[in-house]
């Protein structure tokens, strides 16, 4: 059974950082691409990063230079470092595992910006 347990979520102010961790088990982690996704209240989720099984990454513009995601495939774990949080950034934050079968969502962890 795959799973996916996010952490990290938290209350920062504006201009601070987050690092979020994703814990992966259930499946050959390595093999997997990764990606992080965000939804806030009222809106659809939207995909923030992801990392290609090779370690290749991909952003979406607005966390370009902000953002970084990461992998560390001993521990079957993907992070994202978040730097100078914007107020825009509060949502539930969500990571998501590609296998060969289907996609895995874990449950998501809260980020709250204060301005």
């Known amino acids: 059974q795959v799973q996916l347990v996010e952490s990290g979520g938290d209350l920062v102010q504006a201009g601070g950082s987050l690092r979020l961790s994703c814990a992966v088990s259930?499946?050959?982690?390595?093999?997997?691409?990764m990606g992080w996704y965000r939804q806030a209240p009222g809106k659809r989720r939207e995909l923030v990063a992801s990392i290609s099984s090779g370690g290749s990454t991909n952003y979406v513009d607005f966390v370009k230079g902000r953002f970084t995601i990461s992998r560390d495939n001993a521990k079957n774990r993907v992070y994202l470092q978040m730097n100078s949080l914007k107020p825009e950034d509060t949502a539930v934050y969500y990571c998501k595992a590609e296998t060969f079968f289907k996609d895995y969502w874990g449950q998501g962890t809260q980020v709250t910006v204060s301005s």
């Open positions: 259930g499946t050959t982690f390595s093999r997997n691409a």
